[in-house]
C-alpha cells in the first residue's frame, strides 16, 4: 500500500508530509520521558524485522493481488504508540529513499496511512479493550485480527481520499474505493492472523513484553529476544524474501482495474521531476534488487507492459539482490530507529 508519487499532488503531499512532521515531533515528546535504555535496542530491532517483514508478500487467492505485513499494529503493542509510529516511519523513509518503494511526495501520505492508524486508532481503540489488561490466547487473536483488519481498512481508504482529491490521475472515487476496500480486507484478514500468531508466541515466551509482570517477578533481559529478533529480520530479508509473490499489491491491483495500469506516470516536471530525480540518485537497489542498464532496460521495456516492469521470474526468486537489500535495508532501519531511539531515551535512574 506504498504510494507513488504519481497519485499525488504537491498541495496534498506537502498537507501529508506537515501532518506526519507534527506526529513524528509529538511522539518524540512523548517518548522522551518515557524510553528507558533498555527499551532503545528492541525499538532498533522491531524496526528492522517489520522491514523484513515487509519484503515478503503473500498472494491472495482468487483474486491476481498480494499483500504484505504492514507492522504498525505489531509495533504498537510491543513498543507504544509512540515509538511504534517512529519505527513506522523508519521503515518508510528508508524504503523509499534507498529501495524507491513509495515516492518522496508521497511519503508523508505513507507515514500517515501506515503509522497513523494502526498506532494511534486500532491499537489503543481496539486492540486494548479487546485484548484487556491480562489478554489470554483467545483475546488476543480476536483483537489482533480486528484491530489489524480495522487499521488496514482505514488506511486503504485514507489512499482512495488522498488519491482523489489530489485529482492527477484518472481513477473516480466510486470504482476505486469498491476495489481499495474488499481487497485489503483480504489482505487485512491474512495480516490479522499473521499479527495474532506472532504475538500470541511472545506473549506465551515473555509476558513482560505487553507489561505483563507480576509483582516482586524477577525483570529478565530483553538480550534474547532482541537477539532473536534480529536473526529473524536477517533470515526474512536475506532469504525468505525470495519467496514473496509476484502479483501486484492490492493498490497496484486496484489501480490496474479501474485504469487498466497497475503503475501510473508521474508528471515530467515540477516537483515530481526533481524528487524522482532525487530518489534515483539515492536509491542504489531499486525495487530490492540491482539496478539495470539503462539501455537494457529500454529494451526489455515492450515485453514487460502490463507487467510493472517485472520480469517473468521462476518461484522462488532466489536473487542474491533481493537479498542484499534485505540485509541492508534491516541494518539500516535498525540504525536509524536506534538512533532516533538513542536521542530519545530517558536513563533509568541508579539503583542505591
Known amino acids: 500500500m506504498h504510494m507513488a508519487d504519481a497519485l499525488i499532488s504537491p498541495a496534498v503531499g506537502g498537507i501529508m508530509w506537515t501532518a506526519s512532521a507534527g506526529l513524528l515531533a509529538y511522539s518524540s515528546q512523548r517518548l522522551k520521558s518515557s524510553l528507558d535504555d533498555s527499551r532503545v535496542p528492541l525499538m532498533g530491532v522491531l524496526a528492522a524485522f517489520v522491514f523484513a517483514a515487509q519484503m515478503i508478500n503473500f498472494s491472495i487467492p482468487g483474486t491476481g493481488s498480494s499483500g504484505h505485513l504492514g507492522g504498525g499494529l505489531i509495533l504498537a503493542v510491543l513498543l507504544g504508540p509512540h515509538a511504534a509510529f517512529l519505527s513506522i516511519a523508519s521503515v518508510l523513509a528508508v524504503q523509499a529513499l534507498f529501495f524507491a518503494d513509495g515516492g518522496l511526495l508521497a511519503l508523508g501520505c505513507n507515514i500517515f496511512n501506515l503509522g497513523f492508524f ?40 485514507g489512499v482512495v481520499m488522498e488519491t482523489v482529491a489530489s485529482g492527477i490521475s484518472d481513477l473516480p472515487f466510486s470504482s476505486f474505493v469498491l476495489l481499495m476496500q474488499p481487497i485489503h480486507l483480504a489482505i487485512g484478514l491474512v495480516e490479522g ?83 524522482s530525480a532525487l530518489q534515483k540518485r539515492f536509491a542504489f537497489l531499486p525495487d530490492y534488487n540491482f539496478k539495470e542498464p ?59
Open 118 to 157: 494502526p498506532c494511534f486508532l486500532a491499537y489503543p481503540l481496539i486492540f486494548k479493550p479487546l485484548a484487556g489488561q491480562t489478554p489470554d490466547k483467545a483475546k488476543l487473536m480476536a483483537a489482533s485480527v480486528i484491530a489489524a483488519v480495522v487499521g488496514l481498512q482505514l488506511g486503504a481508504f
Open 193 to 275: 492472523v499473521v499479527t495474532a500468531m506472532l504475538l500470541v508466541f511472545l506473549h506465551k515466551a515473555r509476558p513482560e513484553l505487553f507489561g505483563a509482570i507480576q509483582p516482586g517477578a524477577q525483570v529478565r533481559s530483553l538480550r534474547p529476544v532482541i537477539i532473536g529478533l534480529a536473526l529473524a529480520a536477517l533470515v526474512c530479508g536475506g532469504s525468505f524474501s525470495w519467496f514473496a509473490a509476484s502479483d501486484p499489491d492490492g493498490l497496484e491491483w486496484a489501480m490496474g482495474k479501474v485504469s487498466g495500469k497497475e503503475e501510473l506516470e508521474a508528471p515530467e516536471h515540477g516537483i515530481h521531476a526533481t524528487l
Open 294 to 352: 539503462e539501455a537494457a532496460g529500454r529494451e526489455a521495456a515492450p515485453a514487460e507492459a502490463g507487467l510493472e516492469g517485472k520480469q517473468a521470474e521462476s518461484w522462488p526468486n532466489v536473487s542474491a539482490g533481493t537479498s542484499l537489500a534485505g540485509v541492508l535495508g534491516g541494518f539500516m532501519t535498525l540504525c536509524l530507529a536506534g538512533i532516533v531511539a538513542l536521542l530519545l531515551r530517558r536513563r533509568a535512574p541508579d539503583k542505591a
